[in-house]
C-alpha cells in the first residue's frame, strides 16, 4: 500500500532554515507528483507547492516563492521540503501528500504522517 | 486565487442524525475539481470526495459529494461515532491549490 513517511519533529530559532524528508513507498515513485501542505496550530491547510519525482519540476505557491525549495531523490524514493528564513508564523505540522492524478493541479489521495516544527527563539 | 467559504463553522449533531456541510467558491471552480477531506485530531487529512462526486477507495456511501461552479454539498446521511470530525473542501482546478476554512462536526 501507498505510504509516505516523514522525518520527525524539528525546532528551530527565526532566520534558520528547514529540512524536511518524506519517503514513499507502494507505487511508482515518478509516476504522481508530491505536494507539501502545512497547518499552523488550531488552523486551516495551506498548499505550499508540488514537485514532479520525474524530472524534478516544481512548481510554489507564490506565497512562498524564493523562500522555498522542494527537490526529490529517485534512487531513495525520497522527497525534501527546504524552507529558509523562518519565522514564528512557520509553526506548524507540515504534510507530504501524494497528488491523484499526476498533474500539477491535483488533489492529495495520500499524506505523510506530518512533521511538527516549532519557530521559537 | 479561489477563495473557498465552508459553512457552518461548527455543527453540532447526534449519531444517526444527518450533516449537510456547504463549500462556496469565490469563482467558478474548473471541471467541478472539489474535493473534500476528513480530518481528526493528531492525524493528517483523509480524502472522502473528489472531482464534486466520487467516493475515494474505502468510503462509505454514507458520504456524498454534490453541486457545482460556486456551490458544493457534502453530506453526511446518518453520522455514526467514527464521523465526528473536521471536514475541509480543496478546489484543485486552479493554481494555487485551495482549501476551505473546515467545518467542526461534533456531538450534540
Known amino acids: 500500500q501507498v505510504q509516505l513517511v516523514q522525518s520527525g519533529a524539528e525546532v528551530k530559532k527565526p532566520g534558520a532554515s528547514l529540512k524536511v524528508s518524506c519517503k514513499a513507498s507502494?507505487?511508482?515513485?515518478?509516476?504522481?507528483?508530491i505536494h507539501w501542505v502545512r497547518q499552523a496550530p488550531g488552523q486551516g491547510l495551506e498548499w505550499m507547492g508540488t514537485v514532479n519525482p520525474s524530472g524534478g519540476y516544481t512548481t510554489y505557491a507564490q506565497k512562498f516563492q524564493g523562500r522555498v525549495t522542494m527537490t526529490s531523490d529517485t534512487p531513495t524514493l525520497t522527497v525534501y521540503m527546504d524552507l529558509s528564513s523562518l519565522r514564528s508564523e512557520d509553526t506548524a505540522v507540515y504534510y507530504c501528500?501524494?497528488?491523484?492524478?499526476?498533474?500539477?493541479?491535483?488533489?492529495?489521495?495520500?499524506w505523510g504522517q506530518g512533521t511538527l516544527v516549532t519557530v521559537s527563539s | 486565487e479561489i477563495v473557498l467559504t465552508q459553512s457552518p463553522g461548527t455543527l453540532s449533531l447526534s449519531p444517526g442524525e444527518r450533516a449537510t456541510l456547504s463549500c462556496r467558491a469565490s469563482?467558478?471552480?474548473?471541471?467541478?475539481?472539489l474535493a473534500w477531506y476528513q480530518q481528526k485530531p493528531g492525524q493528517a487529512p483523509r480524502l472522502l470526495i473528489y472531482g464534486t462526486v466520487s467516493r475515494a477507495t474505502g468510503i462509505p456511501d454514507r458520504f456524498s459529494g454534490s453541486g457545482s461552479e460556486t456551490d458544493f454539498t457534502l453530506t453526511i446521511s446518518r453520522l455514526e461515532p467514527e464521523d465526528f470530525a473536521v471536514y475541509y473542501c480543496?478546489?484543485?482546478?486552479?493554481?494555487?491549490?485551495?482549501f476551505g476554512g473546515g467545518t467542526k462536526v461534533e456531538i450534540k
Open positions: 501528500a501524494r497528488g491523484f492524478t499526476g498533474g500539477i493541479r491535483d488533489l492529495f489521495d495520500s
Open positions: 507502494g507505487y511508482t515513485f515518478t509516476d504522481n507528483h
Open positions: 469563482q467558478s471552480v474548473s471541471s467541478n475539481y
Open positions: 480543496q478546489q484543485y482546478g486552479n493554481s494555487p491549490l485551495t
